[in-house]
């Protein structure tokens, strides 16, 4: 397989997260998965757990991480389900949990986030869904890479969406002090730091034996739409149904099965820098209007070297 072959497999937009772990056996490896208490989270800690993973589900509500847990263990049979807190805005809660952590990490979904939410930043001055869905999964990812490099082929998955074909990262402005605020472009931002992110950690972290992957998981009605209209979705269907998109709602064990492809399937071993949709590698964006395919600005190295630095420093 050369850098530039296209990756496929025999799954699909339809397939869900069981199905596509059908006949693997995870037992001895260890996951995380941010938001694991909602939404693809927690169908991807299922599957991850009804193959034989060791899940930790990092969430903000602890009460409902225990509530999803239990439930997991219930229809999957794998008592090795735990819940950890972390708050992805809260750098505070992003150390505290590298610091518990103990032993290889074998995989570290990415999965948490916040779209389209009013302006709002952190106590530090950044602009929030930037923060919660780029720099603090960066945080946790630099800060368990000890972790990874500790397992035997360990894998990150930068869970991203098609909105990050509405704006690259304004490195001039990305907290929108000089621009007004924009929750989809802000959205849209944050999302194309989590491709630029699997970029520049591919390269890093290749001699490490650390494969790192991005995705768009799909449309799925979830809580991660809690800022969004019901209007304001169905305005987004009738735009995508009008630039001639065959638009369908997943199911969230449909969302989820292209993140635990990423996260555990053999057919991805040693595929590493890639962004997936609907089970395959995605072609590139190369129809304004379209709303699917990956973006040249996501993929571009210079780019992702530049986010590199300034999430180091921030």
């Known amino acids: 397989m050369t850098a530039n072959t296209r990756i496929t497999t025999p799954f699909t937009a339809q397939s869900t997260a069981a199905e596509v772990l059908e006949g693997v056996d995870l037992t001895g490896r260890r996951a995380i998965v941010t938001g694991g208490a909602s939404g693809i989270g927690v169908e991807t800690a299922r599957a991850l757990a009804a193959a034989g993973a060791e899940v930790t589900l990092a969430v903000r509500n602890l ?3 225990a509530a999803t847990a239990a439930d997991i263990i219930a229809t ?16 505070g809660t992003v150390t505290s949990f590298v610091t518990a952590w103990e032993g290889p990490l074998h995989m570290l979904v990415n999965n948490a986030g916040v779209m389209a939410c009013p302006e709002a930043h952190t106590p530090d001055g950044w602009e929030l869904q930037f923060a919660t869905n780029h720099l603090g999964h960066f945080a946790l990812a ?6 990874l490099a500790a397992a035997d082929g360990a894998r990150v998955v930068s869970v991203s969406s098609t909105a990050h074909l509405r704006s690259p990262v304004v490195f ?6 000089e621009r007004a605020y924009e929750p989809w472009s802000a959205y849209g931002q944050s999302k194309t730091a989590n491709v630029l992110f699997a970029v520049e950690a591919a390269r890093r972290w290749a001699d490490d034996g650390i494969t790192v992957n991005a995705l768009m998981p799909g449309g799925i009605r979830t809580n991660l739409q809690r800022y ?3 209007e304001e979705l169905d305005r987004l269907r ?3 149904a009008s630039s001639g998109e065959d638009f369908r709602w997943k199911t969230t064990e449909q969302g ?3 993140s635990v492809l990423a996260a555990a399937s053999p057919l991805l071993d040693g595929v590493t820098g890639r962004y997936f949709e609907d089970c395959n590698e995605a072609l590139p964006n190369d129809t304004p209007s379209a709303r699917h395919g990956v973006a040249s600005y996501a993929l571009d190295p210079a780019s ?11």
């Open 228 to 230: 969004v209209s019901d």
């Open 142 to 147: 630099t800060g368990l890479h000890a972790a």
């Open 63 to 65: 009460d409902a991480g």
């Open 172 to 177: 001039e402005d990305i907290n929108f002090r």
């Open 76 to 91: 999957s049979g794998n008592k090795q389900v735990f819940v950890a807190p972390l708050d992805l805005a809260d750098r």
């Open 304 to 314: 992702a070297a530049r986010l590199w630095e300034l999430s180091v420093n921030a």
């Open 238 to 240: 009738a735009a995508a």
């Open 256 to 258: 989820a099965a292209t």
